[in-house]
């Protein structure tokens, strides 16, 4: 299947600093891809949604001045966690939907542990 | 989208066929089912999607039943390393969001 890949997988920074998460679609173009955010025993949480040359769509309750999404090329999406507070520790996911139209799945990335000290 | 409804928790012996079952009694005509499934500390790993006819691939089987209300993945072999959170959802499109319930925690046992 398509690969998505993720980088860092972890990153330990202080309080008040910026993080930038990379999303990276390796074998396809992704004009869409997606921003979740887990808490430990719970589900995945969507955040926003990046569309390659547009401005991110965010969900409800997600502090979009926060947490920058740039997805600059069909194969790049990023995720910035602007003044990181230990709140924001979490674990971050990304995801691209596969090319092909209406019958298609949607690819993860492996995810990035952040934690906020 | 619809919503799933799935038991929090499944056992199975390493070896025999793990059966999950998912309701989705309002789905509707152009929904798919889809089936993910996450180890600990990984991203979600695709693991099947279908309308409503049966499916199967290399990993699993998916099988809707007739009138679409509910559907079961079968994993026909299962191993240690199928343990996991199993999440199954429905949507409209490859273009519209996955929203992640609960799922259910499969424990392979040896």
């Known amino acids: 299947g398509a690969v998505v890949s993720q980088h860092p997988s972890w990153v330990i920074c202080k309080s008040g600093t910026s993080v930038k998460i990379e999303c990276r679609s390796l074998?396809?173009?992704?004009?869409?891809m997606f921003w979740y955010r887990q808490f430990p025993k719970q589900s995945l949480m969507l955040m926003a949604t990046s569309n390659e040359g547009s401005k991110a769509t965010y969900e409800q309750g997600v502090e979009k001045d926060k947490f920058l999404i740039n997805h600059a090329s069909l194969t790049l999406s990023t995720l910035t966690v602007t003044s990181a507070h230990p709140e924001d520790s979490s674990f971050y996911i990304c995801s691209a939907e596969s090319p092909g139209g209406i019958d298609t799945e949607a690819f993860f990335g492996q995810g990035t542990r952040l934690t906020v000290v | 989208d619809a919503k799933t409804t799935q038991p929090p928790s499944m056992d199975c012996a390493e070896g025999r066929a793990a059966n999950l079952p998912c309701n989705h009694s309002?789905?509707?005509?152009?929904?798919?089912v889809y089936w993910y499934r996450q180890i600990h500390s990984q991203g979600p790993q695709y693991i099947i999607h279908?309308?409503?006819n049966n499916e199967t691939n290399e990993m699993a089987s998916l099988i809707i039943t007739e009138d679409r209300k509910s559907s079961t993945l079968i994993l026909p072999h299962a191993t240690l390393r199928d343990t996991a959170v199993y999440y199954c959802i429905v949507r409209v499109s490859g273009y519209s969001t996955l929203t992640f319930g609960k799922g259910t925690m499969l424990l392979v046992s040896p």
């Open positions: 074998d396809f173009q992704a004009t869409t």
């Open positions: 279908g309308l409503k």
């Open positions: 309002t789905i509707s005509g152009n929904e798919y």
